[in-house]
């Protein structure tokens, strides 16, 4: 499950570019919370701080307990983290969108899917294993939210599948898309055909074909 981990934040009064460069300038990093219910509220949280929690972060789904601070007053909201936005350059943190939500509300999520295990098709038949479903989108509570989902492929012989209906889900989570959707296949070896006939064609010497002395009559009539 993903675990909910804390992060200070504040308010942020400054708007617009100028005002989030001098946020950055002092070490911080321009967020936005916002939710279904609430009107989205400027933050910043330290540069430092959202640069270790996402080094340390296991899956994309990241449950956080934003603890914002104004003054002596100190406000607890849990949220995802919706966005991370980079330079496109330099390719550091410049942005964050955080997204309210309630431990009692279910949210819709997407996980990532690890394949766990060699399949049999694959380890003795030489078959190739095909991953058609990279996320799972799913639904649940948040703090039932898994960090990724991992399938054990490794019975799967060639020419064999598993489909949505196949996965087995953490207890509270349960999958949106149809469960028939196939998420992994071994298909059969492919083996490349080798283009025989125009390596022969390129091989064979080339016939040059003597020419015929031309006779009196063929010169004559050049004349």
């Given at each position: 499950?993903?675990?909910?981990?804390?992060?200070?934040?504040?308010?942020?009064?400054?708007?617009?570019?100028?005002?989030?460069?001098?946020?950055?300038?002092?070490?911080?990093?321009?967020?936005?919370?916002?939710?279904?219910?609430?009107?989205?509220?400027?933050?910043?949280?330290?540069?430092?701080?959202?640069?270790?929690?996402?080094?340390?972060?296991?899956?994309?789904?990241?449950?956080?307990?934003?603890?914002?601070?104004?003054?002596?007053?100190?406000?607890?909201?849990?949220?995802?983290?919706?966005?991370?936005?980079?330079?496109?350059?330099?390719?550091?943190?410049?942005?964050?969108?955080?997204?309210?939500?309630?431990m009692t509300?279910?949210?819709?999520?997407?996980?990532?899917?690890?394949?766990?295990?060699?399949?049999?098709?694959?380890?003795?038949?030489?078959?190739?294993?095909?991953?058609?479903?990279?996320?799972l989108p799913?639904?649940?509570?948040?703090?039932?939210?898994?960090?990724?989902?991992?399938?054990?492929?490794?019975?799967?012989?060639?020419?064999?599948?598993?489909?949505?209906?196949?996965?087995?889900?953490?207890?509270?989570?349960?999958?949106?898309?149809?469960?028939?959707?196939?998420?992994?296949?071994?298909?059969?070896?492919?083996?490349?055909?080798?283009?025989?006939?125009?390596?022969?064609?390129?091989?064979?010497?080339?016939?040059?074909?003597?020419?015929?002395?031309?006779?009196?009559?063929?010169?004559?009539?050049?004349?």
């Amino acid at each position: 499950m993903a675990n909910q981990v804390k992060l200070s934040a504040r308010p942020r009064v400054e708007v617009g570019r100028n005002a989030l460069s001098k946020v950055r300038a002092r070490g911080a990093i321009p967020a936005v919370l916002y939710g279904a219910r609430d009107a989205a509220t400027n933050l910043e949280i330290d540069k430092k701080d959202i640069q270790n929690l996402l080094s340390r972060a296991v899956g994309e789904n990241i449950l956080v307990d934003l603890e914002i601070r104004e003054g002596a007053t100190v406000s607890n909201r849990t949220s995802l983290i919706q966005e991370v936005q980079h330079h496109p350059v330099r390719g550091e943190i410049i942005h964050v969108d955080f997204h309210a939500v309630s431990m009692t509300e279910e949210i819709d999520a997407e996980v990532v899917l690890e394949p766990e295990g060699e399949p049999v098709g694959v380890k003795t038949f030489g078959g190739l294993l095909q991953q058609s479903m990279r996320s799972l989108p799913i639904r649940c509570l948040p703090q039932n939210l898994p960090n990724l989902i991992v399938v054990d492929v490794s019975g799967l012989n060639i020419g064999e599948s598993l489909h949505v209906r196949d996965i087995k889900l953490p207890p509270g989570v349960a999958a949106v898309p149809d469960e028939d959707l196939t998420v992994f296949i071994v298909s059969e070896p492919t083996v490349a055909e080798e283009p025989v006939a125009a390596a022969e064609e390129a091989a064979a010497p080339e016939v040059i074909k003597e020419k015929k002395p031309e006779t009196e009559g063929a010169a004559e009539a050049k004349k």
